[in-house]
Every structure is written in structure tokens, then in C-alpha cells.
């Protein structure tokens, strides 16, 4: 079952990145450093409810798969944490890596976040790629795609 879910999570990735490049006219070079910059801006961002900021770095063409499989766009996500249904209080990454292909960077790492989901807290360890792409000066959050670590 993890080898399928690697396959899986490879194939999504794969057919992402070509889709990003189709727009590479505004395309620029993004550091590792850059793209963890921006990670963690976003996770700071997401615990202290800074919707202005996930409004600014957030991808219009977001795509936030969670590890329950549930699918959100830019708009479902941060209003679901808007609504106060998904209130993330601590968000930690270890064993980061970061790749880079010219305008995109591909972090992939373990996360363990503590979070309440309509009212219940639940603690989620996971897996995850965290995908970002630097363009016109701006890094913008274009997918995020993770799987519960049993």
C-alpha cells in the first residue's frame, strides 16, 4: 500500500510540474532558501489565522490535498479555516528537503500538527510535498499533497 501511495503521490507530481512550466513566460529562478522562507511563512500564516497573508501567497490554482484525501482549492481551504472548522495551532516539520527545477521548488519532509477539526482535536503526523513556484517576483503556494504516517 505505501509503494502505491509513492506511485500515486510521484505520478500527481509528475503531471504538476509540466503544468507549471506551460506557464514559464513569468517563470524565475527560486532558491532552497526562498522556498523555506516561504514554508515558513506559511505555516506562521496558518497558526496565527493571518488570512491576509494565505490570501497574498496562496496560488489562485492552489490545490491542498490532505491526508485524509479530502481536496481543497485556494478559496475551500482558507475559508474552511476562516469558518473555524480547521484551526491549526502547531504546525512542525523535520527532515526537510528542498529541490529545486528552475521557477518551482519541491519541499518534501514529515509533519506532525496539532489541529482541530470541527471541534475535535486530533494530532496528524504525515508525509508531504509542499509545492511552491516563483514568478514575477512573488513565491506562490501552488500544491500541497500528504499521507498519514500510520
Known sequence: MNRFISRLMLAVLLGLVPALYAHADSCEYITADEAQNAEQMRQVAQTTNDFDTLEKIFSPDLIYVHSSSVVDSKQSYIE??????????????????????????????N?????RVNG??????????SVWKKTDGELKYVSWQSTRIP
Request: glycine fraction near 8%; hydrophobic fraction near 45%.
Open 80 to 109: 474552511s479555516m476562516r469558518s473555524g472548522a480547521v484551526v491549526y495551532k502547531v504546525m512542525r516539520h523535520s527532515d526537510v528537503v528542498v529541490r529545486t527545477f528552475g521557477c518551482i521548488a519541491i519541499l518534501t519532509g
Open 111 to 115: 509533519g506532525n500538527y496539532d489541529v
Open 120 to 129: 475535535k482535536d486530533v494530532n496528524v503526523v504525515l508525509r508531504f510535498h
